[in-house]
């Protein structure tokens, strides 16, 4: 009997499959220390003075006020500048765009562009948008920066949801006489929402925690005002939190980790509302 039979598929698929559930609890298990480690060195800093005061080089007078508020104004920007490139991009790709070597060589690398370490477009952005074009260390440099790393992210999901819709909805809007943008807009769009609005989760989980990228384009670590435009400058709570860990005082540690508390939460609640909209959507399309 060969070495590769001697042990049987049954017994290895057990051993496989009891190895997975070994590798997944660890990791959830790891996850879980860690978030309670978090809340308890954290939860108790978290009141209603943490979210108003200003940084303070006291930890105990320091709060997240122009953090949360720069980190708001910075996402929002993101969005407006990411969303309508990326959707469009993933609709001319897959709706209008040819099926020759060009198109697959962008294709690729739109999708090896989403797997880039975020720091390469923290230092793309730096040359780019604040050398060259002149923004310096302003909100709308660091939302530029972000916009270039979430937008493989939308346009890849966005390409996938169009085509998993099935071509009987086009064929029965082409019957019906509507002309192709009529269809995208009225048929195609509608039926991929849910998968679109996965990638936008996706991709605002992934912009909403950035540190590397910020901290290359310049993000300062203490501001004490809160960004009126696109030209000031800013903070947002991950360079707060990192500001405050490199701190040696055990205020500071305590700070950071309500922080991380806060970050956690927006991310949560941000992620869940969301959720609901795309399943909302998907029961609302399905009757």
Known sequence: MSRRHFISPKIQDTLFKYFAVFCTAFALLTLLVLLIDITIKGVQRID???????????????????????MVSLLVLTLLIALPIGILSGIYLQEYGKRNRLAKFIEINISNLAGVPSVIYGILGLQLFVRT???????????????????????????????????SLREAAYGLGATKWQTIRRVVLPASFGGILTGIILSISRAIGETA?????????????????????????????????????????????AGIIVLLLFT??????????????YKKTAI
């Open 48 to 70: 209603w003075a943490f979210f108003t005061n200003l940084p303070s080089r006291h930890p105990e007078q320091s709060g997240i006020y122009t953090a949360l508020a720069g």
């Open 133 to 167: 074009a002149g923004l310096g260390n302003s909100i709308l440099s660091g939302a530029l920066t972000l916009s270039l790393l979430i937008m493989p992210v939308i346009i890849v999901s966005t390409r996938e949801a169009i085509k998993a819709v099935p071509d």
């Open 268 to 281: 949560f609640i941000l992620n869940g509302a969301a959720i609901y909209l795309r399943n909302r959507w």
């Open 213 to 257: 990228p910020l901290i290359v384009v310049g993000a300062l670590a203490y501001v004490p005002f809160i960004p009126e435009g696109p030209m000031d400058q800013y903070t947002s709570l991950p360079i707060q939190i990192f500001n405050w860990t490199s701190r040696p005082q055990q205020g500071f540690v305590t700070n950071a980790a």
